[in-house]
């Protein structure tokens, strides 16, 4: 089945996104990871693209390897960032010389140790909605895009973000899929917004928490803020690495619960390559049991 068609199906569905590794190394403790989550038989799984587009040969490389050696339905990532139209379609056509025909399409962000303004390639697309205008031309591509439950840090408000998801479905994209969620209502309210105008299944990013350092400086680079309450329990056991990554289990399990049971399409597990965390969550949720 599709992407979309998984993601409205009665039971949940469930997908992992990783990121790319730096070297050689990294990529064999990815795989290893990719290998251990093939037996949660998830719907598809993701390669991210590092910050600013800085990894697109080794994201582009690990999505065709998924393909080639995994049972695995890969969902490959393309931005826009420092890329020319030609050079996108020539990316979209690697995708495709491998099988592969589900993509996230992506504006980016803009390269760190720039001032934090985007700027379009001068041959470029400038918003993720052209990127999904031109994917869509190239051919039977299935199309997902990103959406932002906490705004996103340009976005002057809730409103607009709502908008330019609409103009993304407009576009041809057939789901979306969300920055990693720490309050259940701040997903809740974008998906019954865009609901209300458009029928495109949102699948909320959750990401159990194994790093206090690593979630805060994550929050701080996507915009996404911790919630006080999920703040207050992992600082009181900072000191413990092991029960970090247990209270992170328990702060993932919760908002799955509740996200699921207010008819979440699925959920979209940010492993950060690492394996243990997501099966527990999981495990927790009965998932195993459904799929």
Known sequence: MSIPTDLRAERPSVSFEFFPPKDDAGE???MDAIRRLERARPDFVSITYGAGGSSQDRTVHVT?????????????????????VAQLRNVVGQYAAVGIRNILALRGDPPRGGDGTWVAHPDGLSHADELVRLIRSLGDFTVGVAAFPDVHPESPDFEHDVEVLIRKADAGAEFAVTQMVF????????????AARR??????????????KQIARMSELMGTPLPEAVVSR???????PEAV??????????????????????LHFITMNR????????????????R
């Not at 997903?187 to 917004?193: E, I, M, Q, S």
């Not at 992992?234 to 413990?240: H, N, P, S, T």
């Not at 527990?280 to 009965?286: F, S």
Request: charge should be negative; hydrophobic fraction near 45%.
């Open 28 to 30: 064999a403790v990815l």
């Open 64 to 84: 065709e390897r998924i393909a080639r050696e995994t049972t695995l339905t890969p969902l490959a990532h393309l931005t826009c960032v420092g890329a020319s």
């Open 183 to 194: 309050d259940a209502s701040t997903y809740l309210r974008l998906r019954d917004a865009v």
């Open 199 to 212: 029928d495109l299944p949102i699948t909320p990013g959750l990401m159990p928490v194994t790093n206090v």
């Open 234 to 240: 992992l600082a009181a056991v900072e000191g413990d």
């Open 245 to 266: 990554r247990q209270v992170g289990v328990e702060i993932a399990t919760e908002l799955a619960e509740a996200m699921l049971a207010e008819g979440a399409p699925g």
């Open 275 to 290: 394996s243990t965390a997501t099966l527990q969550v999981y495990e927790n949720l009965g998932l195993t049991a459904a």
